[in-house]
């Protein structure tokens, strides 16, 4: 009776293999019961496998995982080294940083002098009569006064019936007032009471040289010349020349000398004249003279500068006696901070740590992070094998240095140790990532070792000797065997993942 | 130094993860860098693997065009296991492909999968022409 089964192309293939594997099958076995082998050169006793070279290479493949195994711990070892150092190097960068935020110890900058050599004991003008006013009623009281040359202004008051002294002068102040006013001098020549009754005429400022002429007897002045010395006088042939000077690179300043409106004749003007500045001017005694001072003052964190320039300066009359210059104040080194000395001994303490923690990170004698090198052997011939490199990861040759002295005092110090940190935290992840991939490849190598010992393993308890007709029978049983499995199946779903697939 | 590649009008080569094929003229490439190189005479598909060596032929061959060789060795592993357990004599060729994939040249062990076909084809043609002769043969059968 014909079977209703329809079969496909591929299974009736499969079931003609196996029938053909087992008629191959009992022909082999026939032979072997038999004895009557076929020789040929397949048949060789070399081509034998025994169990024991079998079993022998699982054992050498064995002591190869050991090896492995204790590479793979060498390794384990570094990279978790390197995991703590990149911890111990963090912390190390955030105590620099706290050092940073702490307010940085400033440099003062002394006060800037500069002295020179000529004498400007400026004089004011002065007369004081030579006796006590002659108080008399009704008398006229009358001298003339020019000023700085100019023309005569006659200062009068004539006493009343019941004269006194202080009449007298109120009287005469009040012409003087009036004819100096009218010459364009107000205020610049004073009267006032001189010891006893006398009368005193005194220069407003140094500028003013005044003249007395024809004073009447009652008075007691002296006719004469009375001048003052202001800076034109003391050095002779300053007029005209200038000085510029500039404070802490601010906007310069330039001072003509000289007796026209805006010009500098006295060292009042002087000092009026540098108001704003910065730049401060003094008269500094030296025995009987005294010298012109130019100053700044001192300054904190940043420099301070003076520079001077000009005809003015230089030595000698007709000069300021300054010499030109660019000065700068000498710097005082500040009181170290306590807390950022604190943050520096921490630092250090983080380093002795690391090269403690590199000391530490050593397996089975080897340390790959003290520059050791490590031989993996891949294969019982020793021809496959990787050399890990080691690599010295201490303090010194990670580039950080025990801070010493007053280093992290400054801003600029704490930031070249911040880089040199950022520099060995780039050189730990890199070296970590080149550990890690190696740590892949010899666990990936560890897995097929161990595979294949499995194999040879299972395979030489099976084995005792092989025949070429044998294994010709078995490789067809296997064929057929593999056909029908799922061994075919997964290998087809695999090549369909990969670049295969675009062979259709 | 660059590879020479020859290839035929039409003739389709792997390179890395890409088939090129070759659309006009018969055309030279030179080809520079570490990269998976496969001619088309060399390519085995799956539906060519019909024998227990020329698969362990195609999983040598996904595992040397592969990104991550490692996820073709439990399919690799079961092959070869399979092959020793059959024909153990086959021992010395399978010890070389295996370091060769060991050491990471995966195309040497290409090569040496392709002697493994050859000995396999050796093999089975053994049997089987014994077998053939044995019918043939009267003197095999007359007795004793």
């Known amino acids: 009776m014909a079977s209703d089964i329809v079969l496909s192309a591929g299974v009736r293939q499969n079931l003609l293999a196996l029938q053909n594997t087992a008629q191959l099958m009992s022909v082999t076995q026939h032979r072997l019961a038999t004895g009557k082998r076929v020789n040929s050169a397949l048949d060789s006793p070399s081509n034998f496998f025994t169990s024991q070279s079998l079993s022998s290479r699982a054992n050498d493949l064995s002591a190869l995982l050991d090896a492995i195994s204790q590479a793979q711990k060498t390794l384990e070892a570094a990279d978790q080294g390197i995991t703590s150092l990149i911890k111990l190097v963090e912390s190390a960068k955030s105590v620099a940083k706290q050092a940073r935020q702490i307010a940085e110890p400033q440099v003062t900058y002394g006060t800037i002098d500069t002295t020179g050599d000529v004498d400007f004991s400026e004089t004011l003008a002065t007369h004081t009569g030579t006796a006590n006013v002659t108080v008399a009623n009704n008398t006229a009281y009358s001298f003339d006064i020019s000023i700085n040359g100019g023309p005569p202004r006659t200062v009068t008051y004539t006493s009343d019936a019941d004269a006194t002294y202080s009449e007298i002068l109120a009287g005469l102040q009040a012409s003087l007032a ?7 001098y107000a205020g610049r020549v004073t009267l006032s009471q001189g010891p006893g009754t006398t009368l005193k005429l005194d220069a407003a400022d140094t500028d003013v ?9 009652e008075t007691n002045l002296v006719d004469g010349a009375y001048t003052s010395s202001n800076l034109l006088d003391l050095s002779p042939g300053l007029a005209g020349k200038f000085i510029t000077v500039q404070a802490n690179g601010g906007t310069p300043k330039t001072i003509i000398f000289g007796n026209a409106g805006d010009q500098v004749s006295t060292f009042a003007e002087l000092q009026a004249a540098l108001a704003g500045t910065g730049v401060t001017a003094a008269l500094t005694p030296n025995g009987a003279a005294k010298n012109l001072t130019l100053s700044v003052a001192s300054t904190t964190g940043t420099q301070n500068a003076l520079v001077l320039s000009g005809t003015a300066l230089g030595s000698g009359a007709g000069t300021l006696g300054i010499a030109a210059a660019t000065l700068n104040g000498a710097p005082i080194a500040p009181t170290p901070d306590p807390t950022r000395a604190n943050y520096q001994s921490q630092y250090n303490e983080i380093l002795t740590q690391i090269d403690a923690l590199t000391k530490d990170s050593v397996y089975n004698g080897i340390n790959l992070l003290a520059g050791d090198q490590l031989k993996v052997v891949f294969n019982e011939r020793g021809t496959s094998s990787i050399t890990i490199m080691g690599v010295k990861f201490d303090s010194i040759n990670l580039g950080l240095n025990q801070i010493t002295g007053t280093g992290f005092q400054a801003n600029v110090n ?4 911040l880089e040199q940190i950022d520099a060995a935290l780039v050189t730990l992840r890199t070296q970590a990532s080149n550990f890690g991939a190696t740590l892949t490849t010899v666990q990936t190598r560890q897995d097929f070792i161990r595979n294949l010992t499995i194999i040879l393993r299972s395979g030489s308890d099976e084995l005792v000797l092989a025949d070429t007709n044998e294994e010709g029978a078995n490789m067809l049983a296997l064929q057929t065997r593999q056909q029908l499995s799922t061994t075919a199946l997964s290998l087809s779903a ?8 675009l062979f259709g | ?8 009008p039409g003739e389709r080569i792997i390179l890395g993860e ?28 799956p539906e060519r693997a019909d024998s227990p060596a020329k698969r362990v032929y195609l999983a040598v061959q996904l595992m040397y065009t592969a990104r991550v060789p490692s996820i073709h060795h439990d399919i690799y592993f079961k092959l070869i296991g399979e092959f020793l357990a059959a024909a153990p004599s086959a021992w010395p060729i399978i010890e070389t492909i295996n370091s060769e994939i060991l050491t990471g040249n995966l195309y040497k062990a290409l090569k040496e999968a392709r002697r493994l076909i050859a000995y396999e084809e050796e093999l089975i043609a053994h049997a089987k022409r014994r077998a053939g002769l044995r019918q043939d043969r009267e003197g095999d059968r007359s007795a004793a």
């Open chain 1, 178 to 184: 009036t004819e100096l006013a009218a010459a364009g």
């Open chain 1, 209 to 217: 040289d005044f003249t007395i002429a024809n004073a009447s007897a």
């Open chain 1, 414 to 417: 704490i930031d070249a140790t």
């Open chain 1, 494 to 501: 695999q090549a369909d993942q990969a670049v295969l697939r």
């Open chain 2, 1 to 8: 130094m660059a590879l020479k590649v020859e290839l035929k």
């Open chain 2, 18 to 45: 890409s088939v090129v094929t070759n659309a006009g003229q018969r055309t030279r490439l030179l080809i520079e860098g570490a990269v998976a190189i496969l001619r088309e005479k060399d390519i085995m598909t």
